[in-house]
């Protein structure tokens, strides 16, 4: 049996591994560099028996509550073939409480006795990192009840509610203390359109409608996020195939792609679950959610709405929930979070101001039958026991009827998720927002205490130093690393990518074209009601195209990026220095240049009439025949005369009676209509190497600009010690405060590392 001791620091995403005492080998996979616990839990089993080949263990796991209940319920998934025999746990402080404690040695900083730590590029820095936000994506299609839900976590009637599509523009709701929600109305090119101090959901109705407006801020309280230690914005989008403004389809799905700085709360309507639009959404989502291990499928939640409108008598909760699961399986999201909702009793719960006749309705349901106790059923949404236990005993934040509704579960995963990806990160860069320079600060301090009485080494340091800023000056150093920037060729990693992406958005088109392949002879209403659908399916693919091509080229270039800086960066350890990498957005290549062709002259050219006429039988005059008359007798003027009279004669005849009717070739509708995005793709693929190369050399551009700052910078920051070291010998005094100072200044840097560096 092993002995296996795991130490995983959420701050520094560093984590330590011992067999027996010992480490791994050093071409080990159980090396997992700065990766995530979530990331690399799943691969962990596999990985350990293949090189240790022992199925027995023991487990020692220091780190948070939450990461230990993420590797046990991980490894405990794979019983079969590794055997726990015990798992100890030494838990480290809690995030809030970190955090409470950074914030305090922050304060005392700012009170104690270095003026240098005081600068307002420090304050300003902690600020921003105290106030970081982070985004919930609430994505839907039509009718999913988003609207509501959102109204449910605001606790407030504010959103556009309706059986109908609703949302036509980007909302952004930002966390804010006050009273009320004001808002800022804007238009396609970013500009102020309306503004009010204090919303109302009939101006929000309003603003939807107005097809100047193409994004909304809100800025007001979100109660349910209070204590989550983060800024919180929650971001409605319009469903990719319900917005007036071509730009939201990209930004939906470059929303729903990794990353860990954002939550993606998908609401599925319960009782439209499989429509076409759900459909294309989900299998994005699958697409995304593929890489990335256990962060990934905590980043998205699924939540299936409208349950409290089913019928207990006639309907099973439990069936429909087991049908989603099974339609998601299907698409290879296996083990989601999926949470079953009312979001409108929960709404009326929290909202006083509206009517509680459908919250009657709800709470009669839960009396009748548990399945609409929606709060339990825990063995689908995966909360620990910690959080379930957190929202049984929340008496006092929620009514009973209001944790039945399954929106608090949904919020207290917003918390977990939280707390273990986002406020990690937060405190580190609350850490970073001073700490990097007291170390410098200390360094300084003790390199001149070093040097006070060693001549020798102090000139041989300022001779060095001398040395490094005239090659700076020079532009020597900078030569050298815009050697290796122009050697930087990332285009046969992206095209290779590129390639089989775009493949496989060929592969899809066919499939959709192979569909219509028996419809030569529709009718033309109802190829109407098909144009609808197959405009919505290409405005889907370009869509998910073109953020798919633009995150594999980022993350591709942002690889190379960081090794040709990582020298600089480990120059800079030390001297506070933090590389930005935001002017590193990749332009996507445009994949709708040129004209499609229109559907409405498609189906015109496909269209034949054909008369759909029938034979008939029909009473019908067939000719005529002369009969004599007989009454004419009776008057005397008419004796010795014969008269005569034409009589029609009739029978039944069959007749052709026309019926013509318009018909519409489906599948020569589709081939052509699809034919030039077909083409479209594959000039994309033959014009992505030169775009790649021009959006290289544009990028390449902007590294060596960012080497030239940071060899600024360090040149600044070695005249600054040279100045230090080289200064007239300071008095008693002088050298009693800077010891001082710098005993001060080591017992704070002791106590920031045993609070995130364990």
Known sequence: MKTVKIKYNPYLLKTDITIDGKEPQSNSSLHFGKQRLQEWAEKFVKIFIDEYRDANVTIEFTGSLDDYNDLKDTIEASSEIINVAKWNHNCIQDVEEVEKEVIKIFNEIQAGPVDALKDQVIITSFKQATSAQFCINVVATMSAGKSTLINALLGKKLMPMAQMATTATIVRIIALNSEYFSAIAKNQKDEEVAREENISYETMKAWNSDERISSIDIYGPIPCVNNVGMRLVLIDTPGPNNSRDERHKAMTYGMLESSEKSLVLFVVNAMTEGTDDESALMNYVSDCMKSGGKQSRDRYIFAVNKLDTYDPENDSVAE???????????????????????????????????????????????????????????????????????????????????????????????????????????????????????????????????????????????????????????????????????????????????????????????????????????????????????????????????????????????????????????????????????????????????????????????????????????????????????????????????????????????????????????????????????????KAREDIPSHIAQETKRLKKVLNEQIKKVDQLLSRKLKELQESIDSKDKTQTEIKKQESDLEWMNGVINRVNNLINF
């Open 320 to 682: 429909v929930l087991d049908a989603v699961k099974k339609t998601l399986d299907k698409r290879d999201i296996v083990e989601p979070n999926l949470f079953p909702a009312a979001a409108l009793p929960c709404l009326q719960i929290r909202d006083k101001e509206i009517k509680k006749r459908e919250l009657r309705s709800y709470e009669s349901l839960i009396e009748e039958s548990d399945e609409f106790k929606f709060d339990e059923y825990y063995q689908l949404n995966h909360l620990p026991v910690s959080s379930r236990i957190r929202l049984e005993n929340s008496n006092n934040e929620y009514s009973e009827t209001e944790l039945h509704t399954g929106i608090p579960s949904i919020e207290e995963a917003i918390r977990l998720y939280v707390n273990k990806y986002a406020r990690t990160m937060k405190v580190r860069d609350l850490v970073d927002s001073f700490n990097k320079r007291l170390v410098e600060l200390r360094a300084i301090a003790n390199l001149e205490k070093r040097l006070r009485d060693n001549k020798a080494e102090k000139e041989r340091l300022l001779s060095e130093i001398d040395s490094i800023n005239q090659q700076i000056d020079s532009g020597k150093s900078s030569k050298v690393h815009a050697e290796l920037i122009n050697k930087i060729d990332v285009s046969k990693n992206v095209k290779s990518e590129v390639d089989s992406l775009v493949g496989g958005f060929q592969t899809r088109i066919d499939k959709i074209i192979t569909g219509y392949t028996n419809k030569t002879k529709i009718s033309k209403s109802e190829a109407k009601s098909i144009i609808n659908k197959l405009q919505r399916q290409r405005g889907d693919i370009v869509a998910q195209l073109e953020s798919r091509i633009q995150s594999i080229f980022n993350s591709s270039f942002k690889l190379t990026y960081d090794s040709i800086i990582a020298e600089y960066r480990k120059k800079l350890s030390e001297l506070g220095y933090k590389t930005d990498a935001s002017d590193f957005e990749f332009s996507p290549i445009d994949l709708i240049g040129g004209d499609f062709l229109d559907l409405d002259d498609l189906i015109a050219d496909a269209t034949s009439s054909v008369d759909q006429g029938d034979w008939k039988s029909i009473w019908k005059k067939v000719g005529s025949h002369q009969e004599k008359l007989t009454n004419w007798f009776w008057e005397p003027s008419n004796w010795f005369t014969e008269r005569y009279e034409t009589v029609d004669d009739y029978d039944w005849v069959k007749t052709w009676e026309s019926n013509w009717v318009e018909y519409v070739n489906m599948h020569e509708v589709v081939s052509e209509y699809y034919s030039s995005l077909y083409a479209s793709l594959n």
